[in-house]
């Protein structure tokens, strides 16, 4: 399986709630900044990312937030609710011993190899949604095969950002690029090693 990560990020590069109050934790209060610019082209690219996948992987905060919010929801005629909840899930996490969500499967120790196996599992698309951390982690240790970044014209200001202030540096392929009608752009992305430096 090819492994994707996509994540909803502001000009300022802030990742923290950005579906809703409803996801927000730790008394963040500028949630809701991504919806208002969704639309009918937009979320049709979501919901069909989401039909895409084969299997889901999570950091644990995120998972948590999912579960609560999505886990729980009926509607499987809802691109996103169906695929969540009727797709296999893993979870990156040293603390879950029992999840909650059914089709579960929890990741811990060696999480290299274990991320490792499940790409060379066969299918399609082993995605990673929000999950800033792992994410991070993911790319630092070269599993990641295309990097999603649905730009939000918004500055929040605030909050989690999906990059930190100092971090390790990776050379970007640029894939695809497309814009929504409300300003939301796509930009996917191959990593593609180390970056180069000008040296005069």
Not at 44 to 73: P, S
Not at 106 to 120: N, R, Y
Request: aromatic share 8%; glycine share 12%; with cysteine.
């Amino acid at each position: 399986m090819k492994l994707t990560t996509t994540t909803q990020v502001s000009v300022d590069g802030v990742m923290e709630g950005n579906g809703g109050q409803q996801m927000n934790r730790r008394g963040f209060d500028r949630g809701g900044w991504a919806r208002p610019l969704f639309e009918q082209q937009s979320m049709a690219y979501v919901d069909d990312v989401y039909q895409r996948a084969d299997a889901f992987l999570f950091g644990r905060r995120t998972y948590e937030l999912f579960a609560g919010y999505w886990g729980v929801r009926e509607d499987l005629e809802n691109p996103i609710v169906g695929a969540l909840n009727t797709k296999p899930k893993f979870v990156a996490s040293n603390t879950i011993t029992e999840p909650r969500w059914a089709d579960t499967t929890v990741l811990s120790g060696d999480l290299a190899t274990a991320i490792s196996e499940l790409k060379a599992r066969p299918g399609g698309e082993l995605q990673v949604h929000g999950s800033g951390a792992l994410t991070r982690w993911l790319l630092e240790n070269g599993l990641v095969d295309e990097v999603n970044l649905l730009i939000c014209p918004v500055i929040v200001g605030q909050g989690t950002r999906l990059f930190p202030d100092s971090g390790s540096d990776l050379a970007l392929d640029l894939i695809e690029s497309r814009a929504f009608p409300k300003g939301i752009t796509l930009q996917v992305y191959r990593p593609a090693g180390r970056p180069q430096y000008a040296t005069d």
